[in-house]
């Protein structure tokens, strides 16, 4: 079955939901943006809906993906990126997709757009890889790198510098569309270390280009019951929403045709009462599977209008003992004020096994009380093996592939320890892959780099594996002519890097002392000396290449 038919079968099913939907919307909600326009639209779009709830952890996505992006009335996933039939619980054959490349921000994981629910998806892997961290864009025709029916990625009529674009299909174009307005809003205050679809400063965060091609995508494809009713789950989660999901047309007053206009929301009428937008009643705090001896932790954002004294919390029923909250009350005051209060919320079990617990929130002027379902599921320490990292692939002067062995057990995800190089200058990154073979970019910036891999399984890590050296392509990568020869220098070794056989590879120190002879050499030949300088030379390449071991 494919996807337009399953769309099909959704839509019959949710027309009456989609009217449910929007009536769900809190009243008073968006009524700090009436009155403004253009810029300061936009920024109290982004005072409203941040900061917001966060979901425990980038390994608990696919718990929290099962209540966002599995088809109704079944199992199967709704996977944006491709037609293959995968289904939940199951994530085998499936990534945490950013749909905004965590590259553009410069992939730091401990920000809220790293987990934020609006713009991650699953996707099929080898789409996801595909893709890469390439804008949005229209291919072009006969350019296609990848074309899996749902998805391309290939050249593209504009990519604002980039290699190649990403084209969804049709039907998602819409739903892509509003979820960069909607992180260009949430996260207006980013530094963008990449800019194709994205500017810096807060208004208007988008290119020129971008701005054309998202609204043109806005227009022709329309909010869908899927995207209604997703907005909905993830307001749940999150207790956010995504405002160009509810009001479309504030994406022609910030960009489009409404500029300059005034916004005035009429169907969002205050009540004046005192009003808790945030976190709301039926939201679920998952904590996904943890290790036995290890505790998750998540964070509830509390905010509202008009709330009067105290919140009280209980956290009650079924495994409460397991569960614990950072506070028992919660002045009104601070949950009314601009930047909202936290809540901490742990999970530490101390038994194999699935755990639920209810967080009961009373008083603070409301009628009644709210209740969050707590949910985690404990599972034995995992036994994880040391991985083998494996040579870079397609190495350009701006990334490459690191390469690892995939592991004997099962894993979440992997972590890469990415060491950069300078001159003497070391910036050491981490990141979260998905795949045993990962790209790397920014790669322009340093002379080269080195890389480990761990796996990482309910929040245990592996060993790190062995060190990997990714070198510069300098001049001499498709090397040819009257048999170059250079030698690259890294912390432990050193390489030769020629065409050819080269014999007699003598190295002099700097006192003209022989103190190493080699027969024969070619490509790759690695070898090592003790800090100092030495000049190298060869039968073929007469003129000494000067080498600096530190």
């Given at each position: 079955?494919?996807?337009?038919?399953?769309?099909?079968?959704?839509?019959?099913?949710?027309?009456?939901?989609?009217?449910?939907?929007?009536?769900?919307?809190?009243?008073?909600?968006?009524?700090?943006?009436?009155?403004?326009?253009?810029?300061?639209?936009?920024?109290?779009?982004?005072?409203?809906?941040?900061?917001?709830?966060?979901?425990?952890?980038?390994?608990?996505?696919?718990?929290?993906?099962?209540?966002?992006?599995?088809?109704?009335?079944?199992?199967?996933?709704?996977?944006?990126?491709?037609?293959?039939?995968?289904?939940?619980?199951?994530?085998?054959?499936?990534?945490?997709?950013?749909?905004?490349?965590?590259?553009?921000?410069?992939?730091?994981?401990?920000?809220?757009?790293?987990?934020?629910?609006?713009?991650?998806?699953?996707?099929?892997?080898?789409?996801?890889?595909?893709?890469?961290?390439?804008?949005?864009?229209?291919?072009?025709?006969?350019?296609?790198?990848?074309?899996?029916?749902?998805?391309?990625?290939?050249?593209?009529?504009?990519?604002?510098?980039?290699?190649?674009?990403?084209?969804?299909?049709?039907?998602?174009?819409?739903?892509?569309?509003?979820?960069?307005?909607?992180?260009?809003?949430?996260?207006?205050?980013?530094?963008?270390?990449?800019?194709?679809?994205?500017?810096?400063?807060?208004?208007?965060?988008?290119?020129?280009?971008?701005?054309?091609?998202?609204?043109?995508?806005?227009?022709?494809?329309?909010?869908?019951?899927?995207?209604?009713?997703?907005?909905?789950?993830?307001?749940?989660?999150?207790?956010?929403?995504?405002?160009?999901?509810?009001?479309?047309?504030?994406?022609?007053?910030?960009?489009?045709?409404?500029?300059?206009?005034?916004?005035?929301?009429?169907?969002?009428?205050?009540?004046?009462?005192?009003?808790?937008?945030?976190?709301?009643?039926?939201?679920?705090?998952?904590?996904?599977?943890?290790?036995?001896?290890?505790?998750?932790?998540?964070?509830?954002?509390?905010?509202?209008?008009?709330?009067?004294?105290?919140?009280?919390?209980?956290?009650?029923g079924g495994n409460y003992t397991f569960f614990k909250s950072s506070a028992s009350t919660l002045s009104a005051i601070a949950a009314n004020s601009t930047n909202g209060a936290w809540v901490t919320v742990t999970y530490t079990p101390t038994e194999i096994g699935e755990h639920t617990a209810r967080f009961l929130v009373q008083e603070g002027g409301l009628e009644g009380s709210i209740g969050i379902e707590l949910r985690g599921e404990c599972l034995e320490r995992p036994s994880l093996s040391t991985l083998t990292a494996n040579e870079a692939s397609d190495v350009t002067k701006q990334g490459y592939t690191a390469n690892w062995d995939i592991p004997g057990e099962p894993v979440d995800y992997y972590v890469i320890t990415l060491k950069r190089y300078k001159g003497s200058?070391?910036?050491?990154?981490?990141?979260?892959?998905?795949?045993?073979?990962?790209?790397?970019?920014?790669?322009?910036?340093?002379?080269?780099?080195?890389?480990?891999?761990?796996?990482?399984?309910?929040?245990?890590?592996?060993?790190?594996?062995?060190?990997?050296?990714?070198?510069?392509?300098?001049?001499?990568?498709?090397?040819?002519?009257?048999?170059?020869?250079?030698?690259?220098?890294?912390?432990?070794?050193?390489?030769?890097?020629?065409?050819?056989?080269?014999?007699?590879?003598?190295?002099?120190?700097?006192?003209?002392?022989?103190?190493?002879?080699?027969?024969?050499?070619?490509?790759?030949?690695?070898?090592?000396?003790?800090?100092?300088?030495?000049?190298?030379?060869?039968?073929?390449?007469?003129?000494?290449?000067?080498?600096?071991?530190?």
């Amino acid at each position: 079955m494919n996807h337009n038919h399953l769309r099909s079968i959704f839509a019959t099913l949710v027309l009456i939901c989609s009217l449910a939907a929007n009536a769900d919307i809190p009243s008073g909600y968006y009524s700090s943006i009436n009155g403004k326009s253009e810029a300061a639209l936009k920024t109290a779009l982004y005072n409203l809906i941040n900061p917001h709830s966060q979901v425990s952890s980038y390994s608990a996505l696919p718990s929290y993906f099962q209540k966002t992006d599995v088809y109704p009335n079944s199992s199967r996933w709704w996977d944006m990126y491709s037609d293959i039939p995968l289904y939940a619980p199951s994530f085998s054959g499936l990534n945490r997709e950013h749909s905004f490349p965590k590259s553009w921000w410069g992939g730091t994981t401990t920000i809220p757009v790293y987990v934020d629910l609006f713009h991650l998806y699953p996707s099929e892997s080898k789409a996801n890889m595909a893709k890469s961290n390439y804008p949005l864009g229209k291919v072009v025709d006969n350019g296609s790198q990848f074309n899996n029916s749902v998805c391309m990625v290939g050249r593209g009529q504009n990519s604002g510098g980039a290699a190649y674009v990403f084209e969804p299909a049709n039907e998602y174009k819409g739903d892509f569309a509003r979820t960069y307005f909607y992180v260009v809003t949430a996260y207006q205050n980013l530094n963008w270390k990449y800019t194709y679809m994205a500017q810096n400063g807060n208004y208007p965060t988008l290119q020129p280009w971008a701005i054309e091609l998202l609204l043109q995508w806005h227009r022709q494809d329309p909010v869908s019951e899927k995207e209604l009713l997703r907005n909905e789950a993830v307001y749940k989660i999150q207790n956010n929403r995504n405002p160009f999901i509810d009001h479309p047309d504030l994406a022609e007053y910030i960009w489009g045709n409404k500029k300059g206009e005034v916004f005035n929301d009429t169907n969002d009428p205050s009540t004046g009462s005192p009003t808790l937008t945030s976190p709301v009643q039926g939201m679920v705090l998952d904590f996904g599977e943890v290790a036995l001896g290890n505790t998750a932790t998540a964070q509830l954002f509390f905010k509202g209008e008009k709330l009067k004294g105290y919140f009280e919390f209980t956290i009650y029923g079924g495994n409460y003992t397991f569960f614990k909250s950072s506070a028992s009350t919660l002045s009104a005051i601070a949950a009314n004020s601009t930047n909202g209060a936290w809540v901490t919320v742990t999970y530490t079990p101390t038994e194999i096994g699935e755990h639920t617990a209810r967080f009961l929130v009373q008083e603070g002027g409301l009628e009644g009380s709210i209740g969050i379902e707590l949910r985690g599921e404990c599972l034995e320490r995992p036994s994880l093996s040391t991985l083998t990292a494996n040579e870079a692939s397609d190495v350009t002067k701006q990334g490459y592939t690191a390469n690892w062995d995939i592991p004997g057990e099962p894993v979440d995800y992997y972590v890469i320890t990415l060491k950069r190089y300078k001159g003497s200058n070391v910036t050491t990154e981490t990141i979260e892959a998905e795949n045993p073979a990962w790209p790397i970019d920014g790669f322009e910036e340093y002379d080269y780099d080195v890389y480990s891999v761990q796996s990482s399984r309910l929040g245990v890590l592996s060993t790190p594996s062995n060190e990997i050296t990714v070198a510069q392509p300098a001049g001499i990568d498709a090397v040819h002519g009257d048999e170059p020869f250079a030698i690259e220098s890294y912390p432990e070794l050193l390489r030769v890097r020629c065409s050819g056989v080269h014999t007699n590879m003598n190295v002099y120190d700097i006192t003209g002392r022989l103190i190493m002879n080699v027969a024969e050499v070619t490509d790759n030949y690695e070898f090592q000396l003790p800090a100092g300088i030495y000049m190298i030379r060869t039968d073929s390449h007469f003129t000494p290449v000067k080498v600096i071991v530190r």
